[in-house]
């Protein structure tokens, strides 16, 4: 075990936690696990999904009771377990990753509600919401207009009137659970800054994200869990991605790119001209059989747009789409499939699966015309089709009929992708494969694309982390405000020349 | 003994255990209280009384499904009885022949399957809520029904119409026969056809389902003509039994259909049901009412116990999946 060297944030520590164990029905979530966080420090809490981050969070902030022998010291006082009550009446905020926010009520309420709450008398001061809320933007730097219902702003505003409302009360020590999963890279960049300033002041910072980058970027020490035990405690200074990769996982990645050239082989997909004003302008491609199109850019660069337009779901306004040389005009989604597109949407949970349905039944949702027999669906066909696309993909679920929502991000996707397989399609478009999946399980995702690929199925693969598209695609494509405004060669390119265009 | 109850289970569905216990519970009871009640005379009102609620309780599982709702069912069914009525008058009253019966009958299935279409095409496109789509549609045709009517009875109806509502063959009802048709073909509909399918899918997420290439519209459209549709067929029984048609009757099954689906197990925002534990639900309401009918309680009452038990159903339900969560946690 790796002991902590960095002590430049000072003092004692304000939250030390000692011989944490939790059990759930036999399943040991945390073992033995100790943490601290120090008054001005940025620490990151990383691990693979399932690694006891979230329960690690949840004994401290009160919400899990952990197994006796426990000891939780917090600003002088010793607590063998915490009470939401006393977490909160002592410093502790969360953030959680679904914000709990009030879509339906305005960003004044949303910030200010609990500051009010419980106040005598017993009356809604508005103005005084108002002003609260108001405040808490100030300290953050930033404006919003407070009147507005929340569900009016984005998800990364909606993220700022979350940590705002944290910091109204006396916060010490703040938990911000994934907070960048779902921004840009400028929203990111404005959101680390506030976390630096809110960690400036004194206030103890636990970061949990996926995106390393940002863990080593913005941390001053790093925690790795795995399994539910402690790897390490480790600074930042001095880490790699890969470092902590291999920490969190166990295992050792070799990333290379995998860019072959593909010229030879025919034309699957050509795009000429296409433009659908607001969202793309102009764009020209063209996708080769087993060729692998990355195209990377920021969250509003039109990429899914784009990808919506080709997949027939938005209607371009000029310009044309050829599939094997036949220009198409889809009237729907349905024109587009039975062409041969597919479209793996960016949005697993509201769009991309049918969360509470079966395994099975989202696996043959968009090819039910193979279980057909005699008109009627046959539920033998529907089961060796499934049981087929399963173990070709290597998916591992308990039942064909549990709920897809049971089966972990990296599976599910898994399914998604055979859903769309079972298409035949000629053209798969991936749209940020990779979110909401477990670092160890998007190498999988990985080669799976290339064997695709090997098969001669064209690919567009859409992220917003450069590197994916640097080390999977053949050509990678830069697109912003709507155009592509680069296109590069991965093994020519290097990935920081292409990182620094993109994040500029 | 487990897994003979697995699979039992998987076999009839995990919405059939509520209703299964529900039917064992009253036979219990009313079979132990009065000694009537294990006898061919309950069998037969019931069998007589189901089918009326039994198939406008299958015109609301379809949009319940898709989670929707149609609140438009029991005028549907009556504005298509006045549609078959009002054929039959038009061309002979108590004399008209039998083919004019079966053109009153086919005419009253496309007048079930309009107001359906009109509905499933508002909400399909509108994207408005069912309730409220289909509760226009039934503040219209009830005003229709009572301007046609004047608020009255329309009776005087060929002859042999009477066993249609009253007949038997070979001992089983002649409502009983078509009711058990019906069912037997919405539970192949849902299970094995692709609108089933997808009445399914479109109930657990709508825009998940359209981008896995669906025709959402259409399916939604078509959910709603076969309710409308099954609403007509209903329109027709009940035209038959009571050898009358009035625009209000059978208004008060309306609300009884949503709860008789939620026993049945049916999810009450879509996406999950079956139609058979539907089926085994409205059995056990109708036992229930036959029984307390025998013991000597008031007709009202029994309305009242309907919805004691569908609050108990409720409760159980909850209390087993507590259950169910302590023994997955404790066994893993």
Redesign the interface.
Known sequence: MHQATSATVGEKPLLSLRNINMT????KALKNVSFEGRPGEVHCLAGENGCGKSTLIKVITGVYRPADGAVIEYDGEIYSHMSPVTAQDRGIQVIWQDLALFPEMSVAENIAFHEVLGRRPRLVDYNRMRRIAIDALARLGVTLDVELPLKEYAIAQRQIVAIARALIGEAKLVFMDEPTASLTQSETDHLLEIVRTLSASGVAVVFVSHRLAEVLEISSRITVLRDGALVGVYPAAGMTQSRITELMTGKTFDQHVRARPRDDQPVVLEVRGLTRPGQFEDISLTVRRGETVGITGLLGAGRTELALALFG?LKPASGAISIEGKEVRFG???DA?KAGVA?L?EDRL????????AIA?NLV??S?RKI?SG???SEDRKRSLVSRWIADLGVRIGRQ?DAISTLSGGNQQRVAIA?WLA?DPKLLILDCPTVGVDVGARAGIFDIVARLAESGLAIILISDEVPEVYFNADRVLHMAQGRIVGTYDPRQARLEEIEAAVYA | MISILERVKTALGPEMAGPGLAFVAVVLVFGIASPQFLSAATFGSVAFQLPELGLLTLAMLLPILTGGLNLAITFTANIAGLTVAWVLRENGGVDAGIGIFIAGCLLALMVGAASGVVMGLVIAFTRAHPILVSLSMMIFLRGLGEFLTRGGDISGFPAFMGPIGHGSIAGIPVPLIVFIACVLGWHVLLGRTKLGFNTYMIGSNLEATRYSGINTRKAIVLVYTLSGVMCAIAGIIMLARFNSVRIGHGESYLLITVLACFLGGVNPFGGFGRVIPVFVALVVLQLLSSGLNLIGANQHLATAVWGILLVGVMILRWVASRIKISIVRRGS
Not at chain 1, 24 to 27: K, L, P
């Open positions: 759930f029905g036999g399943v779901m729907s989604n349905r499939i479209y949407s509201s769009l991309g699966l049918i969360q509470p349905q039944d949702i968009a039910l057909l008109g009627l669906l009929a859903k298409t």
